[in-house]
């Protein structure tokens, strides 16, 4: 999480973007592409590691979502992140409490009040449009829930 981070500051600072919060998707490819190396990158390094299949499985479906953002940017199409990010949590907290037959329905019903409140901040501040959270949150879910499967 922290490199990609310090390459958008690069980018910044080198002129690549225009803002840190990437309002036009031609700031985004590059920052989608290069954030989908470093996950492939931690991919590669779990299996190394002898990690919870769960942490892995949600990294391998964070990298898919990322993947698929990055597709979305290089047609022109705008995504929430911010929203695919939570979807991606709530997806992966619902297959676990599934697979573990765990009650985490509390957690969840949080999750989605809080990707509600990202989403509405979201549509405030002229960042996204409706459907623009609202594919971005089911990309992540769904991307989570096809690789926990």
């Avoid at 299996?47 to 919870?52: H, L, N």
């Avoid at 990010?85 to 676990?96: D, N, P, Q, T, Y």
Wanted: charged residues 10%; proline residues 2%.
């Amino acid at each position: 999480m922290v490199l990609p981070v310090v390459f958008a500051w690069y980018l910044l600072s080198k002129g690549h973007i225009k803002s840190i919060a990437m309002a036009e998707i031609s700031d985004r490819k590059l920052m989608y592409f290069s954030t989908f190396i470093l996950y492939l990158m931690t991919l590669f390094v779990l299996r190394g590691f002898e990690v919870p299949p769960y942490v892995y499985k949600y990294a391998f479906g964070a990298t898919l979502t990322v993947g698929i953002l990055f597709v979305f940017a290089l047609v022109s199409k705008k995504l929430s992140a911010h929203l695919a990010g939570l979807g991606g949590l709530a997806g992966a907290i619902v297959m676990i409490s599934i697979k573990s037959q765990t009650d985490f329905l509390a957690f969840i019903c949080v999750l989605i009040l809080f990707a509600g409140i990202v989403g509405m901040s979201r549509l405030i501040l002229n960042a996204h449009k409706e459907n623009e959270i609202y594919f971005g949150f089911l990309l992540g879910f769904f991307s989570q829930v096809l690789i926990f499967s």
